[in-house]
């Protein structure tokens, strides 16, 4: 076996506002957000209930991930999902909760 | 003479996080509400050194202005500018100024 596969996540100093604010500008992706925020890391993509296509839904995933907003890593043929809170919070002080307020 | 012309300006009830979020995505745009947050009320459009076209400015305002972010009121040839800091802040509180902290 080969090393397990990753994906590229941004370090807290490449997240930029523009990706983070436009990430959170669409309410699936805000759904995702709100349900990693209200439960236990480490969701699998399945774990969520979209109003979407799994192809659209992977999209978002990536659009969160590329933002810097959520981790994702692969478990076996599953990729578990995680909000990078305290990163997110140190980066950008309470913009998170807000979003999360206003949702 | 007729009446003066007027812009239109979504209510509080109106205004979605979609759209606040995603005018604010864009940097000129921000760089807008942070010289309105920082300085006075009813700025022109002339007012902001902005490195774009004078139509590409005009597209910005007016984004601003439909999300419930700026007001927009004609004053003879001109148009003043000014943030709607209180009625953002009771719909989505936090948020503006996690946005203009962050910038």
Known sequence: MGPARSLEHPTPEQMSLDSILSALADPVRRTIVAQLA????DQACIAFALPVSKSTSTHHFRVLREAGIIS???????IL????TEELNLRFPGLLDAVLAAN
């Open 38 to 41: 209200g439960g236990h890391d």
């Open 72 to 78: 994702q890593q692969y478990r076996g043929t599953s």
């Open 81 to 84: 999902n995680g909000l990078r």
